[in-house]
Nanobody, 123 residues
Framework: QVQLVESGGGSVQAGGSLRLSCTGS????????MGWFRQAPGKERQFVAA????????YYADSVKGRFTISRDNIKNTIYLQMNNLKLEDTAVYSC????????????????WGQGTQVTVSS
């Protein structure tokens, strides 16, 4: 059974940092593009960042460029999202995903999803 499990979420004050991790199991993920999406209450799921299977290509939503960094460790079947200078509007449930894409920005390009981890940014 293929699973993605996120960790690292929590509560932080605006301007702070968090590092999310997502570890896959049940298959190798080194041949899949992976990414992060987020969903705030009452809002649609939103693309955050994506990374190609080699890690050489990365993509970011305009709202997080310069603040968030996505990376991966294929030996550990794990991707990371380093989030710096967090803002109130970054509050959401963050989910990691994997799929047969280079680094997709649309949620329907992905095949596997984690359950999500809550990130709450307060003033």
């Amino acid at each position: 059974q293929v699973q993605l499990v996120e960790s690292g979420g929590g509560s932080v004050q605006a301007g702070g940092s968090l590092r999310l991790s997502c570890t896959g199991s049940g298959r190798t993920f080194s041949d899949l593009g992976m990414g992060w999406f987020r969903q705030a209450p009452g809002k649609e799921r939103q693309f955050v960042a994506a990374i190609s299977w080699t890690g050489k290509s990365t993509y970011y939503a305009d709202s997080v460029k310069g603040r968030f960094t996505i990376s991966r460790d294929n030996i550990k079947n794990t991707i990371y999202l380093q989030m710096n200078n967090l803002k109130l509007e970054d509050t959401a449930v963050y989910s990691c995903t994997a799929g047969r894409v280079v680094a997709g920005t649309a949620f329907d390009e992905y095949d596997y999803w984690g359950q999500g981890t809550q990130v709450t940014v307060s003033s």
